[in-house]
């Protein structure tokens, strides 16, 4: 009868054990669907943070409030929060059960001087001063949807944080735009404060909504996703003289225009646009104050944007030749400041992380609605973190379903809006990168 006994406890023991690891099993193997029904259960409050946001816009540097709505959500979620870095950034560090690596995440704060036109019941009313100036504030890029996805995301690992490997670190941070004048800002200046350290990051996730796409769609490209962005000045020399004598003068206005025709050949003729697409493009032109002077100097303004850095290069080198030896054939002379006020490297997304990831972007939005997209010629200050850890970036569909992207208000516009149902999708994705990453890290 003892033996019976003890045999009878045994093969209970072993069913209870068997029960337990094929709970645990299925909870490891099934935590994809955990996130799905979390992110559809916070999916409202990702919503309505979205809409406090963007209703109280604040621009590069000055996203107090921005920060202080932040760290109190994190700070109730018991997320060791640090606030303050690089000028308003805050910084989440979440610590798995479970020994890992350091995943970052990140997301944009700060909005841009523009009105908005949209006719909505939480549309920005905002006006602040920026550089010297009064003017409209509004979240006209969808950093605000940036900032409530992943305020959600902290939401939703925190909650899982038994099952959880490694240490996810939520960066939120400012001026992605650029900071004021006279100010340091963005990635740059946060990654100069440590940002990546304490504990060392070992790989950087960050997404951005595009208004025409479909909500529910992912885009997403390994290598260059971004270009790399660069303003420069030109200004060009000349001599002054009365309108009606130009034979006494060195004309700077002809002169430029000669520069600006000439530059348009560099993407044309040098750049080959079969590996990467290019961009120079002059947007400001000063010279001059009455019809009958010849002015003394022009001044130009431009940008240029690039995919690889050896095609920047190649760019760089090759504005300065136009600028200075068609001012030089004239008579005049050119004085080019490139860059002029502000770089941003191009955003590379590294191969074996893209490769290795791409099925949690799958995962989190169906295979059907993931695309390999072209590069864009907009730029990111993301990119910093990129250079420094590997990182993956990605877009996420922010247009209503069903809608012609044409309709869609553009980036950066007054007529710029957002889609709520597509924020779900940016949660599920950054929540499903975390595991699958912490699953597949071998250090």
Same mark, same amino acid.
């Given at each position: 009868?003892?033996?019976?006994?003890?045999?009878?406890?045994?093969?209970?023991?072993?069913?209870?054990?068997?029960?337990?690891?094929?709970?645990?099993?299925?909870?490891?193997?099934?935590?994809?669907?955990?996130?799905?029904?979390?992110?559809?259960?916070?999916?409202?409050?990702?919503?309505?943070?979205?809409?406090?946001?963007?209703?109280?816009?604040?621009?590069?540097?000055?996203?107090?409030?921005?920060?202080?709505?932040?760290?109190?959500?994190?700070?109730?979620?018991?997320?060791?929060?640090?606030?303050?870095?690089?000028?308003?950034?805050?910084?989440?560090?979440?610590?798995?059960?479970?020994?890992?690596?350091?995943?970052?995440?990140?997301?944009?704060?700060?909005?841009?001087?523009?009105?908005?036109?949209?006719?909505?019941?939480?549309?920005?009313?905002?006006?602040?001063?920026?550089?010297?100036?009064?003017?409209?504030?509004?979240?006209?890029?969808?950093?605000?949807?940036?900032?409530?996805?992943?305020?959600?995301?902290?939401?939703?690992?925190?909650?899982?944080?038994?099952?959880?490997?490694?240490?996810?670190?939520?960066?939120?941070?400012?001026?992605?735009?650029?900071?004021?004048?006279?100010?340091?800002?963005?990635?740059?200046?946060?990654?100069?404060?440590?940002?990546?350290?304490?504990?060392?990051?070992?790989?950087?996730?960050?997404?951005?909504?595009?208004?025409?796409?479909?909500?529910?769609?992912?885009?997403?490209?390994?290598?260059?996703?971004?270009?790399?962005?660069?303003?420069?000045?030109?200004?060009?020399?000349?001599?002054? @003289?009365? +309108?009606?004598?130009?034979?006494?003068? $060195?004309? !700077?206005?002809?002169? #430029?225009?000669?520069?600006?025709?000439?530059? %348009?050949?560099?993407?044309?003729?040098?750049?080959?646009?079969?590996?990467?697409?290019?961009?120079?493009?002059?947007?400001?032109?000063?010279?001059?104050?009455?019809?009958?002077?010849?002015?003394?100097?022009?001044?130009?303004?431009?940008?240029?944007?690039?995919?690889?850095?050896?095609?920047?290069?190649?760019?760089?080198?090759?504005?300065?030749?136009?600028?200075?030896?068609?001012?030089?054939?004239?008579?005049?002379?050119?004085?080019?400041?490139?860059?002029?006020?502000?770089?941003?490297?191009?955003?590379?997304?590294?191969?074996?992380?893209?490769?290795?990831?791409?099925?949690?972007?799958?995962? @989190?939005? +169906?295979?059907?609605?993931?695309?390999? $997209?072209? !590069?864009?010629?907009? #730029?990111?200050?993301?990119?910093?973190?990129? %250079?420094?850890?590997?990182?993956?970036?990605?877009?996420?569909?922010?247009?209503?379903?069903?809608?012609?992207?044409?309709?869609?208000?553009?980036?950066?516009?007054?007529?710029?809006?957002?889609?709520?149902?597509?924020?779900?999708?940016?949660?599920?994705?950054?929540?499903?990168?975390?595991?699958?990453?912490?699953?597949?890290?071998?250090?």
């Amino acid at each position: 009868m003892k033996i019976f006994k003890t045999l009878k406890t045994s093969m209970l023991l072993f069913t209870v054990f068997c029960a337990c690891s094929f709970q645990l099993f299925g909870q490891k193997n099934n935590y994809s669907e955990i996130i799905a029904n979390k992110a559809e259960e916070i999916e409202q409050k990702v919503i309505n943070w979205r809409h406090d946001i963007h209703q109280h816009p604040e621009l590069g540097n000055r996203e107090f409030r921005t920060a202080k709505l932040i760290a109190k959500h994190l700070q109730s979620l018991g997320i060791e929060t640090k606030t303050k870095v690089g000028f308003t950034g805050v910084v989440g560090i979440l610590k798995g059960e479970f020994p890992g690596p350091v995943i970052a995440l990140r997301a944009d704060m700060d909005a841009l001087p523009v009105a908005e036109k949209n006719d909505l019941p939480f549309a920005s009313k905002v006006k602040a001063d920026y550089n010297g100036e009064e003017t409209s504030v509004m979240h006209a890029c969808g950093h605000d949807t940036h900032v409530a996805i992943l305020m959600g995301v902290a939401e939703v690992l925190s909650s899982m944080k038994k099952d959880l490997k490694g240490t996810v670190k939520f960066i939120f941070q400012p001026a992605e735009e650029g900071p004021p004048k006279g100010e340091e800002g963005g990635a740059k200046l946060m990654i100069k404060e440590g940002v990546l350290e304490n504990p060392s990051v070992d790989v950087i996730f960050g997404l951005h909504i595009v208004s025409d796409k479909e909500v529910g769609k992912i885009m997403y490209r390994p290598g260059g996703m971004l270009a790399g962005a660069s303003d420069f000045k030109i200004t060009v020399l000349g001599k002054p @003289s009365h +309108g009606s004598k130009p034979w006494t003068s $060195v004309d !700077p206005i002809l002169v #430029a225009a000669q520069i600006v025709t000439s530059l %348009q050949q560099i993407v044309s003729r040098n750049v080959n646009l079969r590996a990467n697409p290019a961009v120079v493009t002059i947007g400001a032109i000063n010279g001059g104050n009455r019809s009958n002077i010849i002015s003394a100097q022009v001044e130009m303004l431009g940008t240029v944007r690039a995919l690889s850095n050896e095609d920047e290069d190649l760019i760089y080198r090759r504005l300065r030749q136009i600028a200075e030896k068609t001012a030089e054939a004239a008579g005049a002379s050119a004085i080019v400041e490139l860059p002029y006020s502000g770089y941003t490297p191009p955003t590379f997304n590294d191969l074996e992380l893209t490769k290795n990831m791409l099925p949690s972007l799958q995962k @989190s939005a +169906g295979t059907e609605n993931v695309a390999l $997209v072209l !590069p864009a010629t907009g #730029a990111e200050d993301f990119s910093f973190f990129a %250079q420094k850890v590997p990182g993956m970036y990605f877009g996420i569909g922010g247009m209503t379903k069903g809608q012609d992207p044409k309709t869609a208000g553009p980036h950066h516009t007054p007529e710029f809006i957002i889609d709520d149902a597509g924020f779900k999708t940016g949660v599920k994705a950054f929540c499903n990168l975390v595991f699958d990453y912490g699953a597949l890290y071998k250090k």
